[in-house]
């Protein structure tokens, strides 16, 4: 069983940048890949970036690459999120993710933990 905590959301110029956080509790976090996702008001919630167990393979999603980086520190059980040149159209609740399978999924049902979301809002 694994809880996710997410924090560092808040609201933030275009052309600014936040950095997320998501804690975990349970001691195999550093077995689980990790993702964040995003869910935009009447939108479905989409994937925008995975991590495996290690640290080593990242995954993003086409409208972020670049701007975004996914990192994690396993002896803190936390991953992070970096977001750079933020846009409106970031604008969205964003959700981390764990998955047993230690896959880059894209699919959001292959993730069976999920926090309660953060709201990220980039004004114009």
């Known amino acids: 069983q694994v809880q996710l905590v997410e924090s560092g959301g808040g609201l933030v110029q275009a052309g600014g940048s936040l950095r997320l956080s998501c804690a975990a509790s349970g001691r195999t976090f550093s077995s689980y890949a990790m993702g964040w996702f995003r869910q935009a008001p009447g939108k479905e919630r989409e994937f925008v970036a995975a991590i495996m167990s290690s640290g080593s393979t990242t995954k993003y999603a086409d409208s972020v690459k670049g701007r975004f980086t996914i990192s994690r520190e396993n002896a803190k059980n936390t991953v992070y999120m970096q977001m750079n040149s933020l846009k409106p159209e970031d604008t969205a609740i964003y959700y981390c993710?764990?998955?047993?399978?230690?896959?880059?999924?894209?699919?959001?049902?292959?993730?069976?933990?999920w926090g309660q979301g953060t709201q990220v809002t980039v004004s114009s």
């Open positions: 993710a764990a998955n047993s399978y230690n896959l880059l999924a894209i699919n959001r049902h292959l993730y069976a933990y």
